[in-house]
């Protein structure tokens, strides 16, 4: 079939593979060694259930299976009267995964991504987009130990685990699925993971997410979020530089985006907006003014202020005195400038005229708000 669609037989230059929507449900390419060379394969919108023979390519560095229905790496075992003789010598190959029909399926599913080798080496980039995924562990992703990006879009999945041994994955896509919450084993282990993406799932808390120390990139758009202290649970993430939250019931309170840029101060962009200056001081004025109220309550049991309110009178007192202080410099400033006047006014009648400014005996009278001084040459 290939040499049909390829017009020759000699496969050894071919880089890449390219069939989308062509019905292929298994993938057997003999010779392998003919295949060495090929780095792209993209077989979206097929009816494939396993890597097949893709997993014997020993230089594919990027893997493209979206819309297909993958189930796991391997095929499924089948019971042994049905195996194929193709199937039997696969059996034989410790790498394959075969040969393990003696273990159940739920202890198989347990223990299989600590046992199996690691397989496809050189693979780094892997779609697998809306494929009904619903089981991580099952499809045993543990095995590709040199992916980095890692691409689960539009599936079914309810539970992040299985990918514990992916120990250089930077950018990890799961939006579009049923992920509620990440239990203790999601992120277990410190990950190098850069980038994550969880829009449009079913995320109600942000609980143990603490490992992902490197991540820059998060994105949460679209989930059930409506607790501003979930939010707060970001604090660890040091290094989160972009955060998306739209779409969640706590963005209808237009109180999150400045506790976000007070708490994490790389953030460089929120919600696609980004992040300034003005934007950090408003943010920590806002913050400062909310903690000064919560630190204002007076403890009525023993009559005893909290030490913060103490020191926000004390703060106040200091500003009202330096506010007092400057607005008599302003009063002194003035009556300054009005005594030079009035001394440039008399100089200048002296030299003009000739006149005598008799400076008043008496004070202005209240009364009829005349002078009751004399004047004469």
């Known amino acids: 079939m290939i040499a049909e669609r390829q017009g020759h037989s000699n496969f050894t230059q071919m880089q890449e593979l390219n069939w989308t929507s062509s019905s292929i449900r298994t993938v057997d390419l003999i010779p392998v060694d003919q295949f060495r060379n ?34 796991s790496i391997m095929p499924r075992l089948k019971p042994q009267s049905h195996l194929t003789n193709r199937q039997l010598l696969y059996q034989k190959v410790p790498s394959s995964g075969y040969g393990q029909q003696g273990i159940s399926k739920i202890n198989r599913d347990i223990t299989s991504n600590e046992n199996l080798p690691p397989i496809m080496h050189n693979l780094e980039v892997l779609h697998l987009g809306y494929n009904g995924i619903c089981n991580l562990i099952q499809l045993q992703l543990n095995r590709l130990r040199n992916l980095k990006f890692l691409f689960l879009q539009g599936n079914e999945i309810s539970h992040v685990e299985g990918l514990d041994n992916l120990l250089v994955l930077q950018e990890l896509v799961v939006d579009h699925n049923r992920i509620r919450a990440f239990n203790d084993s999601a992120f277990a282990k410190p990950s190098s993971l850069l980038e994550l993406h969880l ?179």
């Open 38 to 71: 090929v780095c792209n394969v993209n077989l979206q919108n097929n009816n494939l259930t396993s890597f097949s023979g893709l997993v014997y390519l020993p230089n594919v560095k990027v893997l493209c299976l979206n819309y297909n229905h993958i189930e």
């Open 199 to 377: 829009e449009e799932n079913r995320l109600r808390e942000l609980n143990n997410l603490q490992p992902l120390v490197k991540l820059e990139k998060l994105f949460l758009g679209y989930n059930k979020i409506q607790d501003i202290a979930e939010l707060e649970k970001l604090d660890g993430l040091s290094s989160l530089r972009e955060l998306t939250v739209y779409g969640n019931p706590i963005c209808r309170k237009m109180l999150h985006r400045h506790m976000l840029i007070f708490r994490l101060p790389n953030l460089q962009m929120l919600d696609g907006i980004p992040v300034n200056s003005d934007d950090r001081a408003k943010a920590e004025f806002h913050f400062s003014e909310l903690q000064a109220k919560k630190n204002s309550t007076i403890w009525k049991g023993d009559g005893a202020i909290t030490l913060d309110l103490v020191m926000n009178t004390m703060h106040l007192k200091r500003q009202n005195a330096m506010f007092c202080g400057r607005l008599k410099t302003q009063r002194l400033f003035h009556s300054f400038c009005l005594i030079l006047t009035l001394i440039l006014v008399r100089s200048c009648c002296q030299l003009s005229c000739g006149w005598w400014i008799i400076w008043p005996s008496e004070s202005i009278s209240h009364k009829d708000n005349k002078y009751n001084s004399a004047w004469w040459t």
